[in-house]
């Protein structure tokens, strides 16, 4: 059987991080096949829309045409690369997913819950994660830790790190709100620790969904 597992969180939670760690893990503990990706992004095309909304060049962009651009980023993405992975029996591990335009335009932006999971459900279809790890980790931590990469690597991508700390309070509270919301299937893991006993948190979780 193949499995759909999502990170979500702050900027600077440490999903890259924990997502690669996982990967290791379930490569070398089992025999599961597993392709890690990321949004947005993941493929070609969905690629080219990453550098339009990540890029600090664009502030113009509207809420309503960057919600848009996640959701057409998001369905190539699904249609192009998680579905045919899934349907290869392959386990899809993700960094950041649906609940992502649910927090950061639907709660952050304003743009209304009902609105953003409608166009999510348009987006993916019945590609729906089995498992998502939200890394709950204050704002005002991972945006500094963020930052830092950020500037260390000159990097462009840092649209969202330069919004007000509101608004990453607001993506904090949200990704709370979806943990009660969904409990089943979204799991809050305290990203405050250390690399390792934050692994081991993810790996408690996760053997929980692979147990037969």
Same mark, same amino acid.
């Given at each position: 059987?193949?499995?759909?597992?999502?990170?979500?969180? =702050?900027?600077?939670?440490?999903?890259?991080?924990?997502?690669?760690?996982?990967?290791?893990?379930?490569?070398?503990?089992?025999?599961?096949?597993?392709?890690?990706?990321? $949004?947005?992004?993941?493929?070609?095309?969905? #690629?080219?829309?990453?550098?339009?909304?990540?890029?600090?060049?664009?502030?113009?962009?509207?809420?309503? *045409?960057?919600?848009?651009?996640?959701? *057409?980023?998001? #369905?190539?993405? =699904?249609?192009?690369?998680?579905?045919? !992975?899934?349907?290869?029996?392959?386990?899809?591990?993700?960094?950041?997913?649906?609940?992502?335009?649910?927090?950061?335009?639907?709660?952050?932006?304003?743009?209304?819950? $009902?609105?953003?999971?409608?166009?999510?459900?348009?987006?993916?279809?019945?590609?729906?994660?089995?498992?998502?790890?939200?890394?709950?980790?204050?704002?005002?931590?991972?945006?500094?830790?963020?930052?830092?990469?950020?500037?260390?690597?000159?990097?462009?991508?840092?649209? %969202?790190? $330069?919004?007000?700390?509101? %608004?990453?309070?607001?993506?904090?509270?949200?990704?709370?709100?979806? *943990?009660?919301?969904? +409990?089943?299937?979204?799991?809050?893991?305290? *990203?405050?620790?250390? =690399?390792?006993?934050?692994?081991? !948190?993810?790996?408690?979780?996760?053997?929980?969904?692979?147990? +037969?």
């Amino acid at each position: 059987m193949s499995y759909f597992i999502t990170f979500e969180g =702050v900027e600077g939670c440490g999903k890259t991080t924990q997502i690669r760690l996982l990967k290791k893990f379930l490569e070398e503990t089992s025999t599961y096949e597993v392709v890690l990706t990321r $949004e947005p992004g993941g493929t070609p095309l969905a #690629n080219k829309i990453r550098e339009i909304l990540l890029s600090r060049e664009n502030k113009a962009l509207t809420s309503k *045409a960057e919600l848009l651009l996640y959701e *057409a980023s998001r #369905n190539q993405h =699904v249609e192009e690369l998680i579905k045919p !992975a899934l349907k290869a029996k392959k386990t899809v591990l993700c960094d950041r997913y649906m609940d992502a335009t649910t927090v950061y335009q639907g709660i952050a932006r304003g743009l209304g819950l $009902e609105l953003c999971e409608k166009l999510n459900q348009f987006a993916v279809g019945d590609c729906v994660p089995h498992l998502t790890l939200v890394l709950d980790c204050p704002p005002e931590i991972g945006l500094k830790r963020s930052l830092a990469r950020l500037s260390q690597e000159k990097s462009k991508e840092s649209r %969202f790190e $330069e919004e007000k700390l509101e %608004f990453h309070k607001k993506v904090y509270q949200g990704y709370r709100e979806l *943990a009660k919301k969904y +409990p089943k299937r979204v799991k809050l893991i305290d *990203a405050t620790g250390s =690399v390792s006993d934050i692994q081991q !948190a993810i790996q408690k979780e996760v053997k929980s969904l692979l147990k +037969p």
